[in-house]
C-alpha cells in the first residue's frame, strides 16, 4: 500500500497569509506513460463533507479559489493557500489514487492565528 | 443539482450486520464510478470500497475484504454496502461518494455507523 504522509499536523496562520501543507508518498504516484501525478487535495471544513480542490496533482476543479494551487512530482507534494481567508479554516487531505487501495494522508488541520 | 443521500447507518452491535443505501440524483449515475469512503470519530478518511459502473468490477481496502459488499442498481440510481461481522473498528461515518478518476468529486452528506455492545 502506498503511505501518504502530510506535514504538518496542523498549522495556524493569519489572515492574509500563504499556508502551506505537505504531502509525501511512500513510492511515486507518477504515472510514466502520461507524466502525469496520481495526486489529489480535499478540503473538509467544520461538520461538512470534503470537497475536492486539486487533481492531477496541480489542476484546480472548477471554482475553486485561484488562492489554492498544488505542485510536486513523484513523492513529494505541496498545497498552498496563497492568502487566507477566514472560509478557509478546514482540514486538507491528499490522497493518491495511482493504486488500490487509494490511501489518504493524515490531514492537516489550518486554523486562524 | 447533485445529490448523494445516504441511509441505513445506526448502532449495531459486534459481529453484526448493516446495509447502506445511497440515493443519487443530478448526474448520470450509471456512467459513474462510485465509492464509499469512511471517517471514524475525530479520524481522516479512508476509502472503502468501489464499484465500476456495471458491477463488473469491484475492488476493497484489505480490512473489510470477506465482510463488506459494494453493490449498485442502476435503475433505481443507487449505491449499497452490505456490512457483515462488524467490528469495533467500523465505527465511522460512511460517505458515498463518485469516483471521477481524478478524484471524489461529489460526495454524500454521510451516515454514522456505530458498533458497540
Known amino acids: 500500500d502506498i503511505v501518504m504522509t502530510q506535514s504538518p499536523d496542523s498549522l495556524a496562520v493569519s489572515l492574509g497569509e500563504r499556508a502551506t501543507i505537505n504531502c509525501k508518498s511512500s513510492?511515486?504516484?507518477?504515472?510514466?506513460?502520461?507524466?502525469?501525478?496520481?495526486l489529489a487535495w480535499y478540503q473538509q471544513k467544520p461538520g461538512q463533507s470534503p470537497m475536492l480542490l486539486i487533481h492531477w496533482a496541480s489542476t484546480r476543479e472548477s471554482g475553486v479559489p485561484d488562492r489554492f494551487s498544488g505542485s510536486g512530482s513523484g513523492t513529494d507534494f505541496t498545497l498552498t493557500i496563497s492568502s487566507l481567508q477566514a472560509e478557509d479554516v478546514a482540514v486538507y487531505y491528499c490522497?493518491?489514487?495511482?493504486?488500490?487501495?487509494?490511501?489518504f494522508g493524515q490531514g492537516t488541520r489550518v486554523e486562524i492565528k | 443539482e447533485v445529490q448523494l443521500v445516504e441511509s441505513g447507518g445506526g448502532l449495531v452491535q459486534p459481529g453484526g450486520s448493516l446495509r447502506l443505501s445511497c440515493a443519487a440524483s443530478g448526474f448520470s449515475f450509471s456512467t459513474s464510478w462510485m465509492s464509499w469512503v469512511r471517517q471514524a470519530p475525530g479520524k481522516g478518511l479512508e476509502w472503502v470500497a468501489y464499484i465500476r459502473q456495471t458491477g463488473s468490477e469491484k475492488d476493497y481496502v484489505d480490512s473489510v475484504k470477506g465482510r463488506f459488499t459494494i453493490s449498485r442498481d442502476n435503475a433505481k440510481n443507487s449505491l449499497y454496502l452490505q456490512m457483515n461481522s462488524l467490528r469495533d473498528e467500523d465505527t465511522a461515518v460512511y460517505y458515498c461518494?463518485?469516483?471521477?478518476?481524478?478524484?471524489?468529486?461529489?460526495w454524500g452528506q454521510g451516515t454514522l455507523v456505530t458498533v458497540s455492545s
Open positions: 461518494a463518485r469516483w471521477a478518476a481524478p478524484g471524489f468529486d461529489y
Open positions: 513510492q511515486s504516484v507518477l504515472y510514466n506513460s502520461n507524466n502525469k501525478n496520481y
Open positions: 490522497q493518491q489514487y495511482y493504486s488500490t487501495p487509494w490511501t
